[in-house]
């Protein structure tokens, strides 16, 4: 099957536009396929499909459930046969890969607060079924949460014709490390990256420059100057914010989440004055940034944010 999948990979880049991002906090105490404790032990960050892309898309990112221990914090398409699908009795369904969960190198989980989008689970038992989202790992295994049917398909052995992918935007100007002006169809936009806060750099309309305010406006810059790149919005923000300004999660080609990236090396901080679907995740990694005294964590009396 792995053959037929390499032979038929279709070189596209990354659905993004299919996708607002997905993931979870996750179970607790789990001996065996347990559900968490409580519906408030869970964060939900829902993956949903746009009216532009549907499940017929695939990733470019593509991987066997085999290999997923090497992604885990990546977004990717998982394939792979399932075995069996276990439901507990509090309505939390465990998609599992292989007969003994426990020693298997993924699984899937779908939470009782949206097994209802799921009308027949057992229809992807002894199926090759692809899963999208973020991987994640509990206890050493990579799983993945669906909240949205979206998320799986079955694979046929004769795939249908993939439809066309997102469009690439390119990046025009680079104003600071949280603020980019991009190229969308012919028009200039101003795109502000959703979820993190880079110090400030001074420019024609600000004086004030905070501590790492130009490094972390260089390093955007090394990432995003003149690339393609994708803009994903997310249902918890506005459209824009009060400048007029796009509030958008970029993506590189290669799947990179760039609001991500400034905050795990240390060159962002985590925006915690709006709720976003991202902030536990960047709340850890902005943790592991401190951590590590990386970028603007290395000096350590700059553990508070100079805002």
């Not at 369904?93 to 989008?117: E, H, M, Q, R, W």
């Not at 050493?140 to 469009?167: F, G, H, M, W, Y």
């Not at 002006?181 to 309309?205: C, Q």
Request: hydrophobic content about 35%; some cysteine; glycine content about 6%.
């Amino acid at each position: 099957m792995r053959a037929f999948l390499e032979k038929n990979k279709i070189h596209i880049t990354i659905v993004l536009a299919a996708f607002i991002i997905a993931g979870s906090i996750w179970l607790s105490n789990r001996p065996g396929p347990v559900e968490p404790q409580n519906e408030n032990d869970i964060q939900p960050l829902s993956l949903q499909l746009s009216e532009t892309a549907e499940s017929q898309q695939h990733c470019a990112n593509s991987i066997d459930y085999t290999k997923a221990s090497d992604h885990v914090g990546e977004y990717a398409c998982v394939t792979g046969k399932i075995d069996h699908i276990y439901t507990s009795q509090k309505g939390v369904t465990f998609l599992n890969f292989c007969p003994d969960y426990k020693i298997c190198p993924f699984g899937a989980v779908i939470f009782g607060s949206d097994a209802s989008k799921f009308s027949n689970p057992k229809q992807y038992e002894q199926k090759i079924v692809e899963i999208t989202g973020l991987i994640q790992s509990y206890q050493s295994r990579p799983e993945i949460i669906l909240a949205d049917p979206c998320q799986i398909k079955i694979l046929s052995l004769n795939p249908a014709s993939v439809k066309k992918a997102p469009t690439l935007c390119r990046v025009v100007t680079i104003i600071d490390g949280d603020t980019i002006r991009v190229d969308i169809g012919g028009e200039t936009e101003t795109v502000r990256l959703i979820g993190i806060d880079t110090p400030e750099i001074a420019n024609s309309h600000n004086t004030k420059q905070d501590y790492f305010g130009p490094e972390a406006a260089q390093y955007t810059r090394h990432l995003l100057e003149n690339q393609s790149i994708y803009l994903i919005p997310d249902p918890m923000q506005s459209d824009r914010d009060k400048y007029n300004r796009l509030l958008r999660y970029v993506f590189l080609e290669d799947g990179t989440l760039v609001n991500a990236k400034l905050i795990r090396e240390g060159y962002a901080y985590n925006y915690i004055y709006e709720p976003f679907q991202f902030m536990n995740y960047f709340y850890t990694l902005e943790k592991q940034a401190k951590e590590n005294r990386l970028g603007l964590w290395a000096d350590k009396k700059n553990r508070a944010k100079k805002k």
